[in-house]
């Protein structure tokens, strides 16, 4: 009994006595090297997919942009303003070396992408991230209250909403939430009215957009966190918890979360490219000036190069969240793979 | 004190959720759904290119949804606007189970296959799938319905592969594979005769779940405006087409963003209905 408690208090990190420190900081230090490695090399790859899908596919930029009683004069020149008129390889090396250095390319238009993206970007990022921060504190919040009670009416209550909501499409969230809270009681504004340097001019404008992306991903997480937690209940380290009287909320704060914590932060981490491609259309609805609206001039325009662009920037954020995720697990783990 | 179940038990046994046994009643609402949406367009009362009523009419007369933005009837543009959604997602949704399921099945007996279908599922989870499926319809002009089917169809195989891939592994461990595999049987017959006529249940499961997320992706591509173009009839490009008026008439944008998010959720019922129980794999990878 009392192995098993002191070995329930170790899956803590950062509690009871670290053995042999020097090793184990260097092993430490040795997974996140390997983890980082891994994930650039990942991100390396989706740009390298993203080249090969835009170069492969049939029709370029050059083409796509053409205007009707343009003569192949037109079309060769803008093909030469473009470099879609050099080898390949020559290309993919410009393409891959120019990201780190943040060149993402130049529009189907002769523009910078970086340039297009560098004021709405960071409106997306702020959108996402509360999207995210949203969905963390709710789906851990009522993933929590659900499991506390087991096949209980507020973990059957919960366990359907989640379920009803996972699948919708954000805009249909988006539309019906405008159309309660901003047309029919005017609580909140129905569209984003921007101040001079492009942000939003105020906190109100960002809940309705937030909430929609959010929405449909704490059902998701809902049940990730729930299954989590019914997972870790079993453990033979919470009977022993229990066994030992201490109360509910230590049990879920000290033993049920930190086990389930790993598990809880890949699902959240796996959201963000969820909260991240909605956010497009969530901010079309809404008209918040993010990357949403630079992304359907390109649809218009046949802007390929441009959303080459912005998958690229999209995955290097992702790429940074999972990365925390990554980190989460390995300390959590402490040392144990 | 209820947090953990019973501690008399050292083990308790798979966690039966109540009505997971009899999946019919969940599956039917779906069924029901799709029917009337595939035979939405011969049960329409008016035109659907045809102005009826006054733009944005309220709801009354023979409209009994009103009009949208140039009069014509909401409730005939919802019946016939759901079946091109439908029959695109079925088909993703197919695609995608059949691609899963022979390439899962191989990665389970091919533990090499195995590892480059997880690294590509790693690499894919870093492209958001909206993102996914604008980069391959605008790099591909001319591909129209073709182009969304197919980045729909590459962005959802990696993960789907993954789960046939789990639940082919204690399959493909099985001692018949095994006594096949060392008769000398090939490759194709392990996969088709062996391993995946267990995996039924599995892949049942996994279409439904396929198809709510072929939904979401095919809506929400409509919604960008690169699906069905006008005049054509389409729930999600009504909701984009009518939000102007949602004033007006509500129910121009209220009426198909409904119909969209009953499809969603009756198909998400059925296929978490559908889900085998196996104890531990409380988690539905989409």
Known sequence: ?337 | MTVPTSTAHPVPPARRLPGRRRPAPRVLPALLLIALTLAGPWLVPHAIDVPVTAPYAEPGGDAPFGGDQLGRDVLSRVLAGGRELVVTSLLVAVLVTAVAAVLGAVSALRPAVGRIVERTADVLMLLPAVLGILLVTLSWPDGGRLAVVTAAVVLGVPYAVRLVAGAAAPVAASGYVEAAAVGGERLGHLVVREVLPNLRATLLALFGLRFVAAVYLVATAGFLQIGPQPPAADWALMIRENSAGILLNPWAVLAPGIAIGLLAMSVNLAAAALIPVTGRKAVPAL
């Open chain 1, 1 to 337: 009994m009392a192995g098993s408690l002191i070995g329930a208090v170790r899956r803590w990190p950062g509690r009871g006595d670290e053995p042999r420190p020097g090793p184990a900081v260097v092993r430490l230090l040795l997974r996140v090297a390997a983890v980082l490695a891994r994930r650039a090399l990942l991100l390396a790859v989706l740009l390298a997919f993203v080249f090969a899908a835009v170069e492969l596919l049939p029709g370029d930029a050059a083409t796509a942009t053409s205007e009707r009683g343009e003569s192949t004069a037109d079309l060769a020149e803008r093909r030469h303003l473009l470099h879609l008129d050099r080898p390949v390889p020559e290309r993919f090396r410009e393409w891959m070396t120019g990201l780190p250095t943040g060149d993402l390319g130049t529009s189907a238009h002769g523009e910078a992408v970086a340039d297009l993206l560098a004021r709405p970007f960071p409106n997306t990022l702020l959108l996402g991230g509360l999207a995210l921060l949203v969905t963390l504190v709710a789906s851990v919040a009522l993933g929590c209250w659900a499991a506390a009670e087991p096949g209980g009416k507020v973990d059957r209550a919960v366990s359907a909403s989640a379920t009803g909501v996972l699948a919708l499409p954000e805009f249909v969230v988006a539309v019906a939430l405008m159309l309660v809270f901003a047309l029919w009681t005017d609580w909140l504004p129905a569209v984003t009215l921007t101040e001079a340097d492009g942000s939003p001019a105020s906190w109100k404008m960002l809940v309705l957009p937030v909430l929609a992306l959010a929405i449909p991903q704490i059902g998701w997480n809902v049940r990730i966190v729930r299954a989590a937690l019914a997972d870790e209940s079993t453990a033979p380290h919470i009977e022993t918890a229990v066994l030992d009287g201490l109360p509910r909320h230590r049990i879920f704060t000290h033993h049920l979360l930190p086990g389930a914590l790993p598990t809880i932060a890949a699902g959240i981490a796996t959201s963000t490219g969820m909260l991240l491609g909605g956010a497009v259309v969530v901010e079309t609805i809404f008209n918040y000036p993010g990357i949403g609206s630079v992304l359907a001039g390109a649809v218009t325009d046949r802007d390929s190069p441009l959303v080459a662009g912005v998958v690229a920037v999209t995955g290097a954020v992702i790429t940074g969240v999972l990365l925390l995720a990554d980190l989460v697990r390995a300390w959590a783990s402490g040392g144990r793979t």
